[in-house]
């Protein structure tokens, strides 16, 4: 049962992540139930969460990594929060640093996607801006290479990618 009633029977998506489950509303509402370590429910709870609770409002979109305990919401003002597992600066450049409430690493965002790797060591975050600029929260496959190097088309749909590739349509 949702701490929210009017979640139950409203609800738009669910995302699975590693350890936890978010579920978007359609009135924006973002609500997260799972373990709570390392940042992953973005509730700086001190104890699992067996029903969900609230955690953001004026949301249009959720992704969560398969591989990490972390996730993002894209919110209805363009700006991208996320949240958890920091493993290899996945979220910040403070790598080892897990976030434990949603923080906005990004502005004016059209689309964006969580690389995870083969080996659920790390993640990145790719983002496309409503200037059809690519960047990433770290360098593409472990190495100095920006993932917006690797990016030549415009108008971009959607991104993903994992380890070794990145997809755009």
């Known amino acids: 049962e949702f701490d929210n009633s009017s979640a139950q029977g409203n609800l738009e998506m669910v995302e699975t992540g590693n350890g936890f489950t978010l579920w978007l509303d359609k ?18 709870c001190s104890s699992n969460q067996l029903t969900p609770k609230t955690v953001m409002t004026g949301v249009k979109d959720i992704l969560a990594s ?18 958890g597992e920091n493993t290899g600066g996945g979220i910040t450049s403070n790598g080892g640093i897990d976030v434990w409430t949603p923080v906005q690493i990004a502005s004016n965002v059209e689309h964006f996607g969580i690389f995870a790797t083969h ?8 983002i496309v801006k409503s200037d059809n600029t690519v960047s990433c929260t770290k360098n593409h496959h472990g190495n100095s ?25």
């Open 27 to 44: 009135n924006g509402t973002v609500y997260v139930s799972g373990r709570c370590d390392s940042g992953r429910l973005g509730l700086s």
């Open 66 to 83: 398969p591989t990490e305990g972390l996730w993002c919401a894209h919110k209805t003002d363009n700006t991208l929060w996320c949240t």
């Open 119 to 126: 080996n659920g060591s790390s993640s990145a975050i790719g």
């Open 145 to 169: 290479m920006k993932c917006s190097d690797k990016i030549t088309e415009t108008n971009i749909k959607q991104i993903s990618g994992n380890e070794y590739h990145i997809m755009v349509v």
